[in-house]
Every structure is written in structure tokens, then in C-alpha cells.
């Protein structure tokens, strides 16, 4: 007989709020990157390479915090380990925390790999656990941790850069791996993984007979490879409009429109902070909408939001930015949620593919991103950027017969 784990109960619950902390801590420094990132050119790039040298940096990080967590997330279902989280927010922390003094590029590159692999190793079994924790209300419980990871994101980078940006000093960003590296030894004593513990739709008690029948990856994933593939092209290149402004956005501010640290690392921050009100939004609107309808939405209604931002400044220019993220954003929930459905017993893999492997073909894209931007100069590829969900959302044609999330949660 199962013995079923309440998911309201205090123990549980408990460990959701901290997990989803843990993960705003692990996002303030994993967001450092954007913020400092002019800063890092200013020093070794040239000129003429300047936007070009961004897009190696932001695929090189990308290659070891998103595509890494294909890896982990493979790891993670086999070996259900704390320490995924524990070393993810060390690694994190100490890498971010160093990158912007580092002496070489060499050693910005390890840097950034190091910071990577901690973001990468973090995700997969995070997020799993917290839809875990989350049970029948799975899809708001995601959001919520991922509305968390994107207040650090948002936030956190901000009360970080306090004293590099006070002093015009980033030395001060060494002192202040401490946070990340307590809030790791934390870890291990707050979280309590069970072993038993059903990953894949509720914080139940699998039994040994469910234990021993689950599917290989193939055989699952099998029967929908064509809507896998359609997902994975969506988040992926969404992702390209949302990684190429968070970067490559900084960097306009503040070569072509001259704002100070300050300002451009704010304008970055309401631009992050409007990603997470736009997963937040989503854990309520697929309980509301249409699942497929709100991801077309998402799609076909941000490029105009994003470009007429371009077009204004002021307080017009923050509203339309935080408007066009918001409604982007809002469909990321689904992605992870769909796919998870589709590999069941294979959650982990489900979400490193949808939030880690597409961020870092998102990623790897954006070397397109910085060598357009150095030959046609950043405003024209920015407009260009902005459209690119609008392109792809004729693919939605090919969901059509995925599940209403709306009528299932």
C-alpha cells in the first residue's frame, strides 16, 4: 500500500520556499554576466571585434550553463543526488564572482566554464524536485520556482553590483561569493531527498513494481519525436530573441546611447524581472487559456511590443520592453510542462532540454547575433532580433494535437 507525502504538508513545503530561494541565489550570480560584460570587452576586446568577441563569450558560457545540463539532467535521473544543487550554487557563485577581474581572457574562459557547469548541474534536478514538491499543482509550482530563479535574476545582480558599481571597483564582486558559497553548505541540511520519491507527476511514494517498469528514454520519447522536435525549435530560438537582448542590450546602452553602469544594468533588470512575471502569469493563464492559444499568443504578440521599445526611450521605452518580455516569457512554462508530459520518466531530460539545451542553442546563435552586430552595427540586428518569434510561429500548426493543459491541470 502507498503512503502518500502531502504536498502541503510543513516539511515539504518548507523545502519548496528554500529550493526556490536556493535558485534566486544561484540566478543573481549566474546573471552577473549581461551587467558586466561591457566591462569585459572594454579590456580585451578591439574595437572592430567588439561585438563579435560578446557572441564567443555568450556561446561559451552558454555551451556549459545550458547545454551542460543535458548532461546533468541524464546524470540527475540516474543518480538523485543534493549535491547537484550543492556544487551548482558553489560553482555559480565562485566562477560569476571572479570572471570580471579575471587577468586573461584564458581565464575568463575558465571562469565562465566553471560558472556554466554550476548553472548546468543546478536546473535539471532542481526543477524536477520543486514540481515534485509542488504535486498536484505542478504546473503552478514550476512556475513559481522558476518565477524565483528570475527575481534572482532580475534583482540580484543589482544588490550584487552595489559595491563594484559605488567604488567603480569590480574587485568588490570577489568578496561576495560568500552569499552563494553559505547558502550551498546550506543545502544538503535543509533539502531531504528521498529515495522513494515519484519525480513524475506528484510527491508520492512510487512502489517497487513502478520503480522497476519504467521505459527507456527511446521508447518513450518514440511516439513524439515531431512535437519534441517543434518544442525544442520554439524554446530555442525564442530564446535567441531573449539571451541576444539581455547581452547584447547592455552592450547597445552603453556604446551607443552612452548610459551609465547604473541605468543600463536597471534597464536589464526591469527586462529580467518582466520575464518572471511572465512565468508567474503563465502558471495562472494555463489553468485559464488554451495551451496552444497562449503560446501563439506569446509568439505572435511580442515582436511588436519588443521593436516599438526600440523605438522610444524613457519611460515608454521600460514599459514597452517589460510588456514585450512578459508576454515572451509566458509560454516557457508550457514548454517544460509538455515535453515532461511526453517523456514521462525522463522528467529531468525533459527539462534540460527545454530550458537548458534550447538556451544554449539560443546561445550559440548569438554568435551570429555579434558578428551581424559588428558588420551592420547593434540597433538594425536588435530590430531584427526582436521578430524572430513572430517567424517561427507558423510551427504551431504542427502541436495541434497536443493535450489542453487548461483542461488537465
Not at 7 to 19: T, V, Y
Not at 20 to 49: G, K, M, V
Not at 50 to 55: E, I, K, L, Q, V
Amino acid at each position: 500500500m502507498q503512503k502518500k507525502q502531502q504536498p502541503s504538508n510543513p516539511p515539504a513545503r518548507n523545502q519548496f520556499i528554500f529550493l526556490t530561494f536556493t535558485h534566486s541565489i544561484l540566478d543573481s550570480y549566474a546573471t552577473l554576466f549581461p551587467h558586466i560584460l561591457p566591462s569585459i570587452l572594454d579590456r580585451f576586446a578591439s574595437e572592430a571585434t567588439r561585438n563579435s568577441f560578446a557572441g564567443v563569450l555568450i556561446s561559451l558560457y552558454s555551451i556549459f550553463s545550458s547545454l551542460g545540463q543535458i548532461l546533468f539532467g541524464w546524470l540527475s535521473d540516474r543518480f538523485r543526488s543534493v549535491h547537484f544543487i550543492t556544487f551548482g550554487v558553489a560553482f555559480t557563485a565562485i566562477g560569476l564572482s571572479l570572471v570580471g577581474i579575471a587577468p586573461s581572457v584564458w581565464i575568463v574562459f575558465i571562469l565562465l566554464a566553471i560558472g556554466g557547469l554550476g548553472v548546468a548541474a543546478f536546473h535539471p534536478q532542481a526543477t524536477t524536485y520543486a514540481g515534485a514538491l509542488a504535486a498536484e499543482t505542478r504546473g503552478m509550482g514550476i512556475a513559481i520556482f522558476l518565477t524565483g530563479g528570475n527575481i534572482g535574476r532580475a534583482l540580484g545582480p543589482l544588490l550584487l553590483l552595489f559595491l563594484p558599481y559605488f567604488y567603480d571597483d569590480l574587485n568588490y564582486l570577489a568578496w561576495e561569493m560568500q552569499i552563494g558559497i553559505l547558502v550551498a553548505i546550506l543545502v544538503p541540511i535543509v533539502l531531504d531527498f528521498q529515495d522513494e520519491l515519484d519525480l513524475t507527476a506528484s510527491a508520492r511514494v512510487l512502489s517497487d513494481e513502478e520503480k522497476t517498469g519504467r521505459q527507456s528514454f527511446w521508447r518513450v520519447a518514440d511516439p513524439h519525436l515531431l512535437p519534441l522536435i517543434v518544442l525544442f525549435i520554439i524554446a530555442s530560438l525564442r530564446t535567441v530573441t531573449i539571451a541576444g537582448l539581455e547581452n547584447f542590450l547592455s552592450i547597445y546602452l552603453k556604446d551607443d546611447l552612452n548610459y551609465s553602469n547604473w541605468n543600463r544594468s536597471l534597464v536589464i533588470g526591469v527586462f529580467i524581472f518582466a520575464g518572471s512575471m511572465g512565468i508567474m502569469g503563465s502558471g495562472w493563464l494555463l489553468s485559464k487559456i488554451n495551451t496552444l492559444v497562449l503560446l501563439l499568443l506569446s509568439l505572435v504578440l511580442a515582436p511588436p511590443l519588443l521593436l516599438a521599445s526600440l523605438r522610444t526611450d524613457g519611460i515608454i521605452f521600460l514599459v514597452l520592453l517589460f510588456l514585450g518580455n512578459m508576454v515572451l516569457t509566458s509560454s516557457v512554462t508550457i514548454n517544460i510542462i509538455l515535453a515532461q508530459m511526453m517523456l514521462r520518466g525522463h522528467e529531468s531530460i525533459a527539462a534540460s532540454f527545454m530550458m537548458g539545451a534550447s538556451w544554449g542553442v539560443g546561445g550559440l546563435l548569438n554568435l551570429i547575433v555579434g558578428a551581424l552586430g559588428d558588420k551592420y552595427g547593434l540597433p538594425i540586428v536588435l530590430d531584427g532580433l526582436v521578430m524572430v518569434p513572430l517567424l517561427i510561429s507558423p510551427l504551431m500548426l504542427l502541436l495541434r494535437q497536443q493535450p489542453d493543459l487548461s483542461k488537465t491541470e
